[in-house]
């Protein structure tokens, strides 16, 4: 079985996955999280743990596996117009990684350094458990650089066995989960971190396909993830969260079991089912715009939204002498400051966000620059006239990818553009105009910026 062709037109049903699956989990810490504080610091637990019946939600709110997923097709079709353009598959790797890598140990090196810095003028104690709170929803980058770091691996998997792959990776996972808990072999489990996840990527490359099948297929995606949660979950062997929950016997999540990749399937048929009417919203003004404004935030967000979360109880802290050592109870008050409990700490999220968006510009210049110029350097003096009395490159970038975000080192634009542009000809930049627009494209494609015409 062979990946049917990427679609011509950009599918703004991707953005929309992708993006909403960072902002939920953004909204789910905000609103969720309850901190327990100790002797050596804050502990983090959450109302599953004393609301009856919560766990359903985490069914639909548990969006990773989705997130991966969307994750594999963006990441095959970007490789493919890589390709085209000449540019090296571990060339495209190590660009892809530095994407991420930038800004995650910006913001760990950052916390690293302000929470020794707090702990030392506050007399803080617990401060190292506060920091590893901040930075701990990082740990889906870490999964992320993984599988970018295997994609040649996936590929070549791909090509050889197409769909079986699928099959081998999910038997393998259960395989690890009959060895972790039949055998006692707690460790083994951590092997599914590359299994499970490696086989929500891998799914992705089969996305275009799920896309073009007859509708009942989806529903068929649907009930056979539906009724492998069930089972799963119903025999007793697995909690029915698909998050950790303090006092149960482990979590679905850390290290990931086999009922991942039912969630997957889940979640896969749940998405193909809401497609058709949502990608008819999307195409009305509002809607799109709102689409683009996510897009352009999302991953940024997700980087520092623990960070506005810290800043924000902290000065709850400092200002109102809150007691932290108090319990809360999750009581019908408490659910009452569910949206308190988000609009505080994007307040104190928004100058974090508009700092890095500075900083994205910045980057983004400096990158379309050096871009614009090893390509005219590669093409030569015939074509470096028109190179150079075409739009700048930051200038074309923005604008074609609707947001300066597009290019940035933040969101990855930096990277693609330079990804993509490593492999270009001296045919392709003599046509004026021609190489910023493949840059730009290229950049808005693999950030999953919209474009705007």
Known sequence: MTVAAAPARRDTYVDFLRALSLVVVVLWHWAFTILDWRDDGPHATSPLGFTRGLWLATWLLQVMPLFFFIGGFVHLRTWERARSRGVNIWAFVGRRMGQLLIPAGIVLLLWIGLGSLIGAYFNLTGVGRAVKLVVSPLWFLGVYLMLIALLPLSLWLHRKAGVLALVWLAGAAMVVDVLRFGSDLEDIGWLNMVLVWGLA??????????????????????????????????????????????????????????????????????????????????????????????????????????????????????WLRYDMDKPADVDLGWWLTRPLAIIGPLICTIPVLLLFRNLQRRGSAATAARNAAEAAAASGPASAPSTASSATPATALSSAAGTPAAGSVLAGGGGAASADGAGATGAETAVPGQRDREVADAAAEEIGSPRRP
């Open 201 to 318: 990527h891998q799914a992705g490359f089969f996305y275009q396909n799920v896309v073009d099948s007859p509708r009942r297929n989806d529903w068929a995606l649907l009930w056979a993830g539906l009724f492998g949660l069930t089972g799963l979950v119903g025999s007793g062997l697995y909690p029915g969260s698909m998050v950790g929950v303090p006092g149960e016997r482990f979590s679905n999540m850390a290290p990931p079991t086999f009922v991942i990749v039912a969630l997957l399937v889940f979640q896969i048929g749940f998405a193909e089912l809401l497609r058709p009417r949502m990608q008819v919203l999307l195409e009305r003004p509002r809607w799109k715009r709102a689409n683009e404004l996510i897009n352009e935030f999302s991953l940024p967000l997700y980087l520092v939204h623990t960070t506005g979360m810290a800043i924000f109880l902290f000065l709850t802290w400092l």
